[in-house]
């Protein structure tokens, strides 16, 4: 009866041992992996935030600049056959947007090394652009940025109405999703 006692009272086996110890990390690398995973999204949805808080921002600034933009009348602005537009893509290129602000100001957006910028003259003439400014922070890349115009002309008896569609991602982050956004403005005064 001694002898029996002894022998319940040895403790654990090897198989127990590792059973134990095969659990034990199963529940140590689940939780590790879920936190790691918790602070991942987290960090996505952080620079997600940052993103729609700055395309906000300068897609509000962008608007209104272009709501309040004038006729050019003098010409000196938007390049030839111009005279009298909104609006204009110079070249053709739809990545470029130049008008007359309210100030009498030249001035554009446009995408350069995937960073939107603003540009302005000292007067009312194109020649005198200044350096151009990035609106957006070198924490993104715009991968593209059009401005589809409609009624800039003056002929053509259409409200000038701007439709800007932005391509963008957060580039700091290897799987930050891409978002696209599109916006269409309405030059304030009517083009009468």
Known sequence: MIGNNIKNKKGFILIEMLVALAVFMIVV?????????AIRNQKII???QELFSQTSYTLEYMSRALRMAQKD???NCLVFPATNDSYQNPLGDSSIVRFLNYQGECQEFYLDSGELKERKSSDHDWTHFATGVALTSDHMTIHSLNFHLIGASHADNLQPRVTMSLDIQVNS?????RFKIQTTISQRNLDL
Request: proline share 5%; hydrophobic share 40%; net charge neutral.
């Open 29 to 37: 690398v689940s939780i590790t992996s879920l936190s790691v995973s």
């Open 46 to 48: 952080l620079k997600s």
């Open 73 to 75: 009348l003098q010409g």
């Open 173 to 177: 982050i290897s799987d930050a999703p």
